[in-house]
Nanobody, 127 residues
Framework: QVQLAESGGGLAQAGGSLRLSCAAS????????MGWFRQASGKEREFVAG????????SYADSVKGRFTISRDNAKNTGYLQMNSLKPEDTAVYYC????????????????????WGQGTQVTVSS
């Protein structure tokens, strides 16, 4: 199985930027679809962004489209979420997730599709 560890969370002002990283270990990272999810206090976990094994295909929630960018470096076994133009409503615990796939171009947007999860990293955006 693959182990995931997020980093890069913290406090940002509205309009600012943060870059989250997701370091994978244990298995070949390029065999896994990767996704980012978030859960705000008192709310259900929601999809943020996903990227295919090859990085060719990406998907974003409407709420972050145009502001967030998902990417991956398979050589470094690391995925990223660049978050720009942050808003207070982006405040949440952010989780990276992975699922194995034979398809190089598929992206998953549903949390139940993912088998492996990181511990989460807190992102707080002040107004």
């Amino acid at each position: 199985q693959v182990q995931l560890a997020e980093s890069g969370g913290g406090l940002a002002q509205a309009g600012g930027s943060l870059r989250l990283s997701c370091a994978a270990s244990g298995r070949t990272f390029s065999n896994y679809v990767m996704g980012w999810f978030r859960q705000a206090s008192g709310k259900e976990r929601e999809f943020v962004a996903g990227i295919s094994r090859s990085g060719i295909t990406t998907s974003y929630a409407d709420s972050v489209k145009g502001r967030f960018t998902i990417s991956r470096d398979n050589a470094k076994n690391t995925g990223y979420l660049q978050m720009n133009s942050l808003k207070p409503e982006d405040t949440a615990v952010y989780y990276c997730a992975a699922r194995m796939s034979l398809n190089m171009a598929v992206v998953s947007t549903t949390d139940s599709d993912y088998s492996y999860w990181g511990q989460g990293t807190q992102v707080t955006v002040s107004s």
